[in-house]
Nanobody, 124 residues
Framework: QVQLVESGGGSVQSGGSLRLSCAAT????????LGWFRQTPGKARQGVAS???????SYVDLFKGRFTVSRDNAKNTLYLQMNRLAPEDTATYYC??????????????????WGQGTQVTVSS
């Protein structure tokens, strides 16, 4: 059974940083592309960043430069380092997995598995 469990969310001040983690079972970085999405109330989930099965990182332009995605294959864990956070980054962040063959994870309709989400709140 596939399970994706996020952790690391919380409340921070503008300009602060958070590191999100996603512990994966039933999938690996070799069988699935792994990535992060976020969602605010009333809006669709949008892609943030992902890593394909070859280890290539991809970023949606909005997040490139401030956010960094990485993975630890030994721990089967995906990470999202978020720096210089702003109030508009407030959202629920979801870990996601897409079965190979797969590429950059941008659209939620291509996702096969989702985590439960972790809340990030950035105050001004």
């Amino acid at each position: 059974q596939v399970q994706l469990v996020e952790s690391g969310g919380g409340s921070v001040q503008s300009g602060g940083s958070l590191r999100l983690s996603c512990a994966a079972t039933g999938v690996t970085g070799r069988t699935h592309c792994l990535g992060w999405f976020r969602q605010t109330p009333g809006k669709a989930r949008q892609g943030v960043a992902s890593i394909d099965t070859d280890g290539r990182s991809s970023y949606v332009d909005l997040f490139k430069g401030r956010f960094t995605v990485s993975r630890d294959n030994a721990k089967n864990t995906l990470y999202l380092q978020m720096n210089r956070l702003a109030p508009e980054d407030t959202a629920t962040y979801y870990c996601a997995a897409e079965k190979a063959p797969c590429g950059p994870m941008v659209m939620d309709i291509t996702v096969d598995y989702w985590g439960q989400g972790t809340q990030v709140t950035v105050s001004s």
